[in-house]
């Protein structure tokens, strides 16, 4: 059974960083792509960042361009996602997901971390 934990959420004030991680487990693992979601308060899952293995592309939403990075480890099954410039309308629930092949979507997802960012 594959799992994803998520690591790294907190509070910060506006204008700080953190830095969330994403380690996967299982033995029947399989990625062709990883990625972030987050919903915040009395709002619906929204999309933040994506990363291919393959040539490693990576996707933003545009509210977080210039601010988030997201990157990965394929060797330890791990994707990162550095958040600088932090805004309080970032605070949310940052799910990390999975996506085992192209046009599958993500089919895989963990339980979520708290970021709180404080105005």
């Known amino acids: 059974q594959v799992q994803l934990a998520e690591s790294g959420g907190g509070l910060v004030q506006a204008g700080g960083s953190l830095r969330l991680s994403c380690a996967a487990s299982?033995?029947?693992?399989?990625?062709?792509?990883m990625g972030w979601f987050r919903q915040g308060p009395g709002k619906e899952r929204e999309f933040v960042a994506q990363?291919?293995?393959?040539?490693?592309?990576?996707y933003y939403t545009d509210s977080v361009k210039g601010r988030f990075t997201i990157a990965g480890d394929n060797a330890k099954n791990t994707v990162y996602l550095q958040m600088n410039s932090l805004k309080y309308e970032d605070t949310a629930v940052y799910y990390c997901?999975?996506?085992?092949?192209?046009?599958?979507?993500?089919?895989?997802w963990g339980q979520g971390t708290q970021v709180t960012v404080s105005s």
């Open positions: 997901a999975n996506s085992e092949a192209p046009g599958m979507g993500y089919n895989q």
């Open positions: 299982g033995r029947t693992f399989s990625s062709y792509a």
């Open positions: 990363i291919t293995w393959s040539g490693s592309k990576t």
